[in-house]
Nanobody
């Protein structure tokens, strides 16, 4: 059974840090590009970061560039999102997403999300 389970969310003060984790099971993690998205109340889902199967290419939108870092550990089937200098506008549900490449092209999986609240 395919699963993506996010963890690490919670309440943090402005300027603080959190590290989100997303652990995969049920598919060949190392063959999937991994993405982190977020969705704030009343807003569209936003792509935050992308990492290739080998971690060789990382992309960030301007809203999080310089503050968020994506990484992966293929041995642990886990992708991370390190979030620093958090702002109230970072409050959202954060989702991880797996997109298949090569033999697994076209496969697409989502986690259920973890809530991050940035507030004093």
């Amino acid at each position: 059974q395919v699963q993506l389970v996010e963890s690490g969310g919670g309440l943090v003060q402005p300027g603080g840090s959190l590290r989100l984790s997303c652990t995969a099971s049920g598919f060949t993690f190392s063959s999937y590009v991994m993405n982190w998205y977020r969705q704030a109340p009343g807003k569209e889902r936003e792509l935050l970061a992308t990492i290739t199967t080998t971690g060789g290419s990382i992309n960030y939108p301007d809203s999080v560039k310089g503050r968020f870092t994506i990484s992966r550990d293929n041995a642990k089937n886990t992708v991370y999102l390190q979030m620093n200098s958090l702002k109230p506008e970072d409050t959202a549900v954060y989702y991880c997403n797996a997109v298949g490449r090569g033999f697994y092209y076209g496969m697409d999986y989502w986690g259920k999300g973890t809530l991050v609240t940035v507030s004093s």
